[in-house]
């Protein structure tokens, strides 16, 4: 089992920046992806970063703003979001997979999830 904790959801106004954490033991043997729910909304894909750091994908709606790292001798992995939007305001979400192979964009090709770190971006 892997307990994935976020952190460093607050709240900014739109321009305002964030950058949020998602920490656990063993961190590093597993591909992060970050995900968002906001009320009443399914949740949904954000962005995502390879075990080792070497590769990054991004929804549509953050390229450009949102950068996805990982720091593994800390196991932790980041996700700095810029310029944000009143419209990200969401519950964020940190999940891993063990595999490589299979889409990244998937909520449902992870396998654990941390509980959630609210992101309010005001006007």
């Known amino acids: 089992q892997v307990q994935l904790v976020e952190s460093g959801g607050g709240l900014v106004q739109a321009g305002g920046s964030l950058r949020l954490s998602c920490a656990a033991p063993?961190?590093?043997?597993?591909?992060t992806g970050w995900f968002r729910q906001a009320p009443g909304k399914e949740r949904e894909f954000v962005a995502a970063?390879?075990?080792?750091?070497?590769?990054?994908y991004y929804a549509d709606f953050v390229k450009g703003r949102f950068t996805a790292s990982r720091d593994n001798p800390k196991n932790e992995v980041y996700l700095q979001m810029n310029s944000l939007k009143p419209e990200d305001t969401a519950v964020y979400y940190c999940?891993?997979?063990?595999?490589?192979?299979?889409?990244?964009?998937?909520?449902?090709?992870?396998?654990?999830w941390g509980q959630g770190t609210q992101v309010t971006v005001s006007s």
């Open positions: 063993g961190l590093d043997s597993y591909h």
């Open positions: 999940a891993v997979r063990r595999l490589y192979s299979g889409s990244f964009y998937s909520a449902n090709e992870y396998d654990h």
């Open positions: 970063v390879s075990r080792y750091g070497g590769s990054t």
